[in-house]
Structure formats: C-alpha cells, structure tokens
T-cell receptor, first 117, second 110 residues
C-alpha cells in the first residue's frame, strides 16, 4: 500500500501559469479532499469529493478546480496562478461511514510546496 | 473568520510531565472533533477523536476532553515524551467538511 501520494513535492510557478497537482490513493477510499496550509492559518479545505463524479467546494475554493473521474485520483488544478496561492497543499482520503466521512481517520499525503512568483 | 481556534501557538514541557493543549470553537453544528499531529515535511496523522455526545475519550497516553457548553476541548498527553515534539492541530466536523485550528507547536525538553 502506497497510501496517499502527491506529485510534485515542490513546484515554482510564475503568475498566470497553470498547473495540476496530482493526488492518488490506493485504499479504495470514497472521500478525498484538498487542503492548503498557510502560516498561522492551519489547514483550510479547498475542495472535496464523496465519490467518483461528485465534488463540492470547501472553505477556500476560488482559483482552484477539481474533478474526480476515478475513485483513486483527485487532481487539483490552478488555472491562473497568483502569489496568494503560494502555500503547502495536502491531499487526504478516508472511508465514508454513515455519511460523516470526516469523522473517520483521514490519511494525508506528504504535501506539495508551491511557490508562485 | 476561523471557527476553530488554538490560541497558544507553542508549548514547552519537560519530559515525563503532562502536556495540555487547548482548542475553542464557535460553530454549534460541529458534531465530531479530532486531533492531528504533524511532523515537519510530512502530512498530518490522526491522533484521537471524540463525538459531541461524549465528554472524554482516552487512548493510551492521550486523552481528549470536550466541554460542549463552553465550546472547548483539550488534549492531555501524559507522560510527555521526546517523540511528542510536533505541531498539533485541533479539527472539527460539520457534515463533510473539516475545519482546522492554526496549530500548537509542542516541544518536549529532556
């Protein structure tokens, strides 16, 4: 079991560039989510998915798109990068039990450190 | 506005003593609470959780207390060990969304 994998580990972009952060899990988890971590802010939910074909917005969705075509993969797209999107991004996954996915132990990936110049 | 607050950015404790981490929340819809631990350059890992219908949950050296009327929870680590040095995040569940506090950095001194 590789768990939750994220690529790349580090990325530097210029303002206006686009890119996709990859996230994959091999635990057959229904629930997947993306967070960003900024100093003094903790982790903030960007988008989440309760299954293939179903996504929804979290606390800070602006500037980010997601899709979930398979159970395993949940990519995060930055369409036009801005310096405010400089952050560490974490992907997480978990099983769904009784509809309260987040109450299960969520497994986090190692993170992607993104810098936008 | 942050709905989950950890007002102590850091905590230093001697090895073998008790560590107490505090967390306050404002959203009365939160029905489940979790603590995560994070080492540098790694993703957070789940530590312990508590349902809103309970006031205490214990797992080995870790105990979480919940005071719903005060909208306050705390994590007790007894005894503290050097490997406990990490950042601890309090988190709360509302439907499918998890809200995190800003974290408390714990340093365990030998």
């Amino acid at each position: 079991n590789a768990g939750v994998t994220q690529t790349p580990k580090f990325q530097v972009l210029k303002t206006g560039q686009s890119m996709t952060l990859q996230c994959a899990q091999d635990m057959n988890h229904e629930y997947m989510s993306w967070y960003r971590q900024d100093p003094g802010m903790g982790l903030r939910l960007i988008h989440y998915s309760v299954g293939a074909g179903i996504t929804d917005q979290g606390e800070v969705p602006n500037g980010y798109n997601v899709s979930r075509s398979t159970t395993e993969d949940f990519p995060l797209r930055l369409l036009s990068a801005a310096p405010s999107q400089t952050s560490v991004y974490f992907c997480a996954s978990s099983y769904l039990v009784g509809g309260l996915a987040a109450t299960n132990e969520q497994f986090f990936g190692p993170g992607t450190r993104l810098t936008v110049l | 506005d942050q709905q989950v607050k950890q007002n102590s950015p850091s905590l230093s404790v001697q090895e073998g003593r008790i560590s107490i981490l505090n967390c306050d929340y404002t959203n009365s819809m939160f029905d489940y609470f979790l603590w995560y631990k994070k080492y540098p350059a790694e993703g957070p890992t789940f530590l312990i959780s508590i349902s809103s219908i309970k006031d205490k949950n214990e797992d080995g050296r870790f105990t979480v207390f919940l005071n719903k009327s005060a909208k306050h929870l705390s994590l007790h680590i007894v005894p503290s060990q050097p490997g406990d040095s990490a950042v601890y995040f309090c988190a709360a569940v509302d439907d499918y969304k998890l809200s995190f506090g800003a974290g408390t950095t714990v340093t365990v001194r030998a």
